[in-house]
């Protein structure tokens, strides 16, 4: 009864306040004023400050974060979204944490690894604009691709930046004593020369104190892709193994048709996108896939339609409405991939970010929340 109670109150008091501020909360009214006195408050997102920034190698670099305490943590392998005020304007993009939560609880520390992206516009100011003591915020931590626990037998597959949520778990198991001695786990790294693999002395550490890790580090100049050889050749595999990727999208996708021809169980194949490689937005590319991830289809695109032409000739049925870009009805969270907006002749960011289906098509491999 008390807890009914309550409920309607906190109902009550809501209705009141948007009736009186049009605003869900009074921090949110008052925000443009706490921002005077406090420059980067946001009511949504956890105030943080940036306590060092490392660098990996020319390509990456790591933030090393203080949250505050209205943070709640996370679980090794899942991602957050940085958000940033750069000239004026906020700006967001979504980063896998790459350190573990046992380092988080015993430092109040998260490190994100970051790949700077040549062509990007965000990720190449980063590393020039932030310094120790600055503010960011964060959202609190999303995703389902998380530490695997009770599966007795793992393939890792990572492609460059991609080995960010796996480092955070391997670190787990490692500062966390919790690893189940009988699990067998072989991480098949791949990188695109050998001085592009990071935390490569931290995985050997971790083979050489667990007998049952095994790691690959996979010199793409000299090996190739990822192949059904390559994920043959593991003799420590079994028909129960687990496949988790995590890379570049059309490495994801790649490694998805690989472990479909090797009759691996669908429910035995998990993956995590982030985006592709920088790429010349001049050649774009004749066939292209798109993956509708929530709907577990994969299609090629060889004749230049519109997401929205091409979800619904796939029987996927997203919401829309004038079908020219004006109502915004059939927006969508694209998480990696680069679109061409055909109304306002532009080309997206690589990452994650909401478009407008009827007016995007696809350059290269996309994936969309849908």
Same mark, same amino acid.
């Given at each position: 009864m008390q807890s009914s109670t309550m409920g309607k109150r906190n109902k009550a008091w809501q209705w009141f306040i948007g009736s009186l501020t049009n605003h869900n909360s009074l $921090?949110?009214? *008052?925000?443009? #004023?706490?921002?005077? +006195?406090v420059p980067g408050w946001r009511t949504d997102l956890v105030r943080t400050r940036v306590h060092g920034i490392r660098h990996e190698n020319k390509d990456m670099f790591s933030l090393i974060l203080k949250p505050s305490r209205q943070w709640e943590g996370f679980q090794a392998g899942q991602y957050i979204e940085l958000t940033v005020e750069k000239d004026g304007a906020? +700006?967001?993009?979504?980063?896998?944490?790459s350190s573990s939560p046992?380092?988080?609880?015993?430092?109040?520390?998260?490190e994100l690894s970051i790949r700077i992206q040549e062509k990007g516009n965000i990720t190449p100011w980063l590393i020039n604009a932030l310094h120790r003591g600055s503010i960011v915020n964060l959202s609190q931590a999303m995703g389902e691709f998380t530490l695997p626990t009770q599966q007795q037998s793992i393939c890792m597959i990572a492609g460059g930046s991609g080995i960010t949520p796996f480092r955070s778990?391997?670190?787990?198991?490692?500062?966390?004593q919790a690893h189940n001695p009988?699990?067998?786990?072989?991480?098949?790294?791949? $990188?695109?020369? $050998?001085?592009?693999f990071l935390f490569k002395d931290e995985f050997k550490n971790f083979e050489k104190s667990h007998p049952n890790f095994h790691l690959k580090l996979m010199d793409s100049e000299t090996v190739g892709n990822v192949s059904s050889a390559h994920i043959g050749l593991q003799n420590q595999l079994s028909a129960n193994t687990h496949f988790y990727i995590c890379g570049p999208s059309p490495m994801i996708m790649l490694t998805r048709r690989i472990l479909e021809s090797l009759n691996t169980k669908p429910d035995h194949v998990h993956y995590e996108f982030f985006g592709p490689e920088p790429l010349s937005?001049? #050649?774009?590319?004749?066939?292209? $896939? +798109?993956? *509708?991830?929530?709907s577990h289809k994969q299609v090629?695109?060889?004749?230049?339609?519109t997401l929205l032409e091409l979800a619904e000739s796939n029987a996927i049925k997203p919401v829309?409405?004038?079908?020219?870009g004006v109502c915004h009805q059939c927006i969508c969270q694209k998480k990696s991939g680069v679109v061409y907006n055909t109304k306002t002749k532009t080309y997206s960011d690589t990452g994650a970010q909401e478009i407008q289906l009827c007016i995007s098509v696809p350059v290269n491999d996309v994936v969309l929340d849908l």
């Open positions: $921090a949110e009214y *008052f925000e443009p #004023l706490i921002q005077w +006195v906020w +700006v967001s993009r979504f980063f896998s944490v046992t380092y988080f609880q015993r430092t109040g520390l998260i778990m391997l670190q787990q198991l490692s500062l966390s009988q699990q067998s786990i072989t991480l098949l790294y791949y $990188a695109r020369s $050998a001085q592009h937005l001049e #050649l774009e590319s004749e066939n292209t $896939a +798109v993956l *509708f991830d929530r090629e695109n060889n004749n230049n339609q829309s409405g004038c079908r020219i």
